[in-house]
C-alpha cells in the first residue's frame, strides 16, 4: 500500500506521555518508584558528579593530559586586506569595525594581514600589522597608524 497523507501515522512510541512515578502499585512503578533498592541512587536529594562511574576512576581522569595553554597569550581579530577593500571607507578605526561588525569586542586587539590585494588609499588604524601589509597599504597610497 503506498503512503500518503490519508494513511500517514506516527512511528511506535512517538507519542508516549511522560512517567508518572510514585502513583501506586497499579501504575507499574509503584513501592520504590523506578528507584531501585537502597544505594545512593534511591535517596533523596541526592546528585552525582557529572562523568561519575560509581566509584570506578572516571574517563576524564583517566586519559593523560596533552598539551599547553599559555594564560598569558594575547588574542587578536585578525582582518584581511581584501576585507577592508571590500568596505571601501577612507578611514577605519576600530570603533568603526566594531560597528560594522568586524570585531566582536570593541576593547579586542585587531591585526591586519596582507592577504589580497588593495588598491584604494585607506587610512588604517590597528595595533598590529604585518610587514606585507603595511607595505601594500602604503604603497596603495594610504596609511598603516599603530594605536598604542
Known amino acids: 500500500m503506498a503512503k500518503n497523507l490519508s494513511n500517514l501515522r506516527a512511528p511506535k ?9 510514585g502513583r501506586g502499585m497499579g501504575s507499574g512503578m509503584g513501592k520504590t518508584s523506578t528507584r531501585g533498592h537502597k544505594g545512593q541512587g534511591s ?5 552525582l558528579m557529572r562523568g561519575f562511574e560509581g566509584g570506578q576512576m572516571p574517563l576524564h581522569r583517566r586519559l593523560p593530559k596533552r598539551g599547553f595553554t599559555n594564560i598569558f597569550r594575547t588574542e587578536y581579530t585578525v582582518l584581511n586586506l581584501d576585507r577592508i577593500a571590500e568596505i ?3 578611514e577605519l578605526t ?17 591585526k591586519i594581514l596582507a592577504n589580497g590585494e588593495i588598491t584604494v588609499a585607506v ?5 598590529k600589522f604585518s610587514k606585507a601589509a603595511q607595505e601594500k597599504i602604503e604603497k596603495a597610497g594610504g596609511k598603516a597608524i599603530l594605536i598604542a
Open 43 to 47: 535517596r533523596t536529594g541526592t546528585s
Open 123 to 127: 587610512t588604517v588604524h590597528a595595533h
Open 94 to 110: 576600530v570603533e568603526r569595525l566594531t560597528e560594522l561588525g568586524f570585531m566582536k569586542k570593541r576593547d579586542g586587539l585587531l
Open 13 to 21: 512510541k512517538a507519542n508516549t506521555g511522560p512517567k508518572r512515578v
Open 88 to 90: 571601501g571607507e577612507a
